[in-house]
Every structure is written in C-alpha cells, then in structure tokens.
C-alpha cells in the first residue's frame, strides 16, 4: 500500500465497541461506575473514591476491551502490509484519526491530526518545528501564567536558544485570566499559547476573546485542551486555533497517546519533527524528502493499540454527551465548593473561581487545608480510600502568585458524584482530628 494514500480506509466502518452504560437525561453515575471496574476494586474492604481525574482519567470496560480486542485479533504494524490484518490495522488507526478531529470539530482530520505520546508532546513538536522556523531574536511568545509545565518548558527552552521574547498574561483576583491589558500584552506577538482551562484552579478561559486578538494581532494561537476537551464541547473552527492539543489519558483512554491538531497549510509548511522510518518519501545517501501530512510528523511505529482505545473512548464521550458531562461537573463542584466550605469555614481556602451561572467552571477544586502539608493531606485521605493529587501540578510559576509551595487536589469526572465528595469530607474531618 502506499505510504502517502490512506483517506481512504479511513473512512470505513467504525469497529470501536459501543459503551453499554445506558444514560437518560442526566448521568446516572451508578450506571457509568459499572463500566469502569477499577471503581469497584476493593482496598481494605471497601471501594476507592476516585477524585484526581484530572491527573489521568479511569478507564470504561469499553476501552480497554477495544485494545485487548486489536491485540488479540488484529495487531500487525500499520501502513506496511498488505496482509488482511495488517490492513485492519491500518484502518483502525486511520479511524481513530478521524474520531480524534471529529471530537474536536477538525474540518480535515485525516490531514490536521497527528499522534503523539501525549500533550507534552503535541506543544513541544509545535516549538521545535513550527517555533524554530518560525520564530527569532525579539518575537513574542504570549502565555499566561497559570500555564502547565507542558505549555511554559518548551517556550523557555526557544527563549534561551533563539532569544524570542516571552510575555505572560495575568491571573485576577477571581482566578481567572486578567486578559484587560490583552490587547497591549499581544503587541508583537507571533504566538500565543494558552491553556483552555486551569488543571490548578479550573477557570475556564476566554479563548474566543484571545483568538480575536490573536487575529487583530496577527499571532499565531495554540491552545492547550488537556483539560478542556474532555469535559466540554470543542470546536477548533469556530475559536479558529491554529494548533490545539489534547491527551488521551484525561478523557477515558490510555496513556501514551497525545493529539495535536493543526491547519493543514501550517503542517504542510513545518518541518518534521523526529526523523525515521514512516515519516519519509524517499531516503538517499545525501539526504531525504519527508512523506505527506500527518505521517510526515510520526516517525517510526505509532502508537497502534493506544490510538483505538483514544476512539473507544471518544464514542463513549460521545454517547454520553459532553454537555451533560458538562452540566454534571458543574453541579458536582458546586455541591463540593459549598459542602467544603460550610463544613470547614476557615480550615479551608479554595484557589479558584467561585461557581457561579454566568461563568463556566472546571470540576477542579484546589485546596490549603488549615496548616496542614498537601502531602500529609493526601496521605490520610489515602487512608480513607479517597484519592486525591498534592504537589505543585506541574504549575510551579501559579504556585509563586498562590503564594504556596503546593496545594491539594480534587478533581470530577462523570464517574463522580456526591458519595465520593462526603468521603473527601469525612476524610477531611478525619486529617482535622488528628492534625488539629
Ligand atoms: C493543562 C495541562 N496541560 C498539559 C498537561 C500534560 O499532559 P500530558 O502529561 O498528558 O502530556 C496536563 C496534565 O496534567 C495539564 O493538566
């Protein structure tokens, strides 16, 4: 088969399995835990309550029986063969491709979709590719500064190599991103890169105001979806991103696959990133011509098995519906906030916005915990079967403006509801006891 023409499988029948959790209007989390059997492992006689879904999500039946399935059915490497299975292979990578935009509104996903290992991945592929053509001595790279690791890194690393000139939009005093200077801040700018919602805070930005600028500007805009897309509804069109990423673990798939979209002109003008075998045309003792768009950007066997668990877990999102994901999350964290709040008055500060109707808000609730250390917190809950994340969240420079080294972390997904917040405050009275 030949290397550069694969649309066309692509576009074959869907063979991810179905979710079987049959939801209604709302979510009936009773139902959804079914489908994900960790939820019900047992540690020390009774059940975990899952609440760090925003490090990495559980995983439904579905998904991990769809790669079970390919590896017992169906595994052969892909675009080589011409073998039955060896393009079955091929299509249901290629088909998880087109799951991959869709969700995100791409208008060409067969061509604007490349795999990665992760988000990591996605945003560091756009610097060393698109930042080193692209950017010199004195551009401007605008960010923010409640920005992942993932987004500040490899902006840092272009700024000590080539001397381009990194900007920082502020956080108010809601949480939220201060964008009233934006228009000054972007001034220069030939990037701005930012995260669709805090994984610290869970304010949710304003990127449609940020693209106009970017726009009036004539900045490229890259946004950073890890804890957007698979909460909300996404649409690459209408925001006019130019390069979006989003990891598959944080929405019901497995590790080591990442997303990056990107406009096709954009892709077909950036070099490649890795060089290696599925990336090329032709290969010569002097040199080399790179294949097509995406394959031009996945050097060497992509991830196969983690791509068709990525699409089993889009149809799942998709059947349940991201906007009543959406309406259950919030609810979830509103309930949280005030539950939090009315059992521990001043033994508890939340770092992010106050829910509220008028603002959406990420299941993301962020907390210091009377003196006590994160770790410590952590700890105990642990004790109680609640898993919750303490550290910095690979969010250091949002640390220094919180003015605190870490914070602990409860985070919902539609697996979650007010059983596992009861825990968190029972354990939480618990840590009290003992460390008050
Ligand atoms: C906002 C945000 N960006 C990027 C990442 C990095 O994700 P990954 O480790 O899958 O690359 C995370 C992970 O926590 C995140 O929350």
């Given at each position: 088969m030949?290397?550069?023409?694969?649309?066309?499988?692509?576009?074959?029948?869907?063979?991810?399995?179905?979710?079987?959790?049959?939801?209604?209007?709302?979510?009936?989390?009773?139902?959804?835990?079914?489908?994900?059997?960790?939820?019900?492992?047992?540690?020390?006689?009774?059940?975990?309550?899952?609440?760090?879904?925003?490090?990495?999500?559980?995983?439904?039946?579905?998904?991990?029986?769809?790669?079970?399935?390919?590896?017992?059915s169906t595994h052969a490497n892909v675009h080589r063969g011409v073998y039955t299975i060896a393009e079955e292979?091929?299509?249901?990578?290629?088909?998880?491709?087109?799951?991959?935009?869709?969700?995100?509104?791409?208008?060409?996903?067969?061509?604007?979709?490349?795999?990665?290992?992760?988000?990591?991945?996605?945003?560091?592929?756009?610097?060393?590719?698109?930042g080193r053509a692209n950017l010199s001595r004195g551009d401007v790279v605008l960010l923010s500064e409640i920005e992942h690791h993932a987004n500040f890194v490899p902006w840092l690393m272009l700024a000590e190599e080539k001397g381009v000139e990194l900007r920082y939009i502020p956080m108010d005093k809601t949480y939220n991103l201060d964008l009233s200077n934006l228009v000054q801040l972007s001034a220069g700018a030939k990037l701005i890169a930012v995260t669709a919602a805090s994984n610290v805070l869970g304010s949710i930005t304003d990127i449609s105001k940020i693209s106009d600028v970017a726009k009036q500007v004539g900045a490229r805009l890259l946004v950073d979806g890890a804890q957007f897309v698979p909460h909300r509804l996404t649409d690459v069109k209408s925001i006019d991103a130019d390069f979006y990423g989003y990891t598959g673990h944080k929405l019901l798939g497995p590790t080591g696959i990442g997303i990056l979209y990107a406009k096709q002109e954009l892709l077909e003008e950036m070099p490649p990133f890795l060089g290696g075998g599925e990336m090329i045309a032709d290969v010569r003792l002097d040199g080399f011509s790179t294949t097509d768009i995406p394959w031009k950007f996945e050097a060497g066997t992509?991830?196969?098995?983690?791509?068709?668990?990525?699409?089993?877990?889009?149809?799942?999102?998709?059947?349940?519906?991201?906007?009543?994901?959406?309406?259950?999350?919030?609810?979830?964290?509103?309930?949280?906030?005030?539950?939090?709040?009315?059992?521990?008055?001043?033994?508890?500060?939340?770092?992010?916005?106050?829910?509220?109707?008028?603002?959406?808000?990420?299941?993301?609730?962020?907390?210091?915990?009377?003196?006590?250390?994160?770790?410590?917190?952590?700890?105990?809950?642990?004790?109680?079967?609640?898993?919750?994340?303490a550290g910095h969240h690979c969010a250091k420079p949002l640390m220094r403006c919180l003015h605190v080294p870490a914070t602990t972390r409860a985070s919902f997904y539609l697996y979650n509801?007010?059983?596992?917040?009861?825990?968190?405050?029972?354990?939480?009275?618990?840590?009290?006891?003992?460390?008050?």
């Open positions: 030949d290397n550069n023409n694969y649309a066309h499988v692509a576009v074959k029948g869907n063979e991810a399995p179905k979710p079987t959790a049959n939801v209604g209007e709302h979510i009936d989390t009773d139902k959804i835990k079914e489908d994900f059997p960790i939820l019900s492992r047992d540690q020390n006689g009774e059940r975990i309550y899952y609440l760090d879904s925003a490090s990495s999500s559980q995983k439904p039946i579905q998904v991990i029986q769809a790669m079970g399935n390919y590896y017992a292979a091929t299509r249901l990578y290629e088909n998880a491709r087109i799951a991959a935009g869709r969700l995100i509104g791409a208008a060409h996903p067969e061509r604007e979709i490349v795999f990665t290992k992760n988000v990591t991945e996605a945003i560091n592929l756009v610097a060393y590719t698109w992509p991830p196969i098995a983690e791509a068709i668990g990525l699409h089993a877990a889009i149809d799942y999102l998709e059947q349940v519906g991201l906007d009543k994901i959406a309406a259950h999350e919030k609810s979830l964290t509103v309930y949280a906030i005030g539950a939090l709040t009315d059992h521990f008055g001043k033994d508890i500060t939340i770092f992010g916005p106050e829910p509220s109707d008028s603002k959406d808000r990420a299941g993301v609730v962020s907390f210091k915990f009377a003196d006590i250390h994160p770790h410590d917190v952590a700890q105990v809950l642990n004790e109680y079967n609640v898993c919750v994340r509801d007010e059983e596992d917040v009861n825990a968190l405050i029972h354990a939480l009275e618990q840590v009290k006891k003992m460390f008050g």
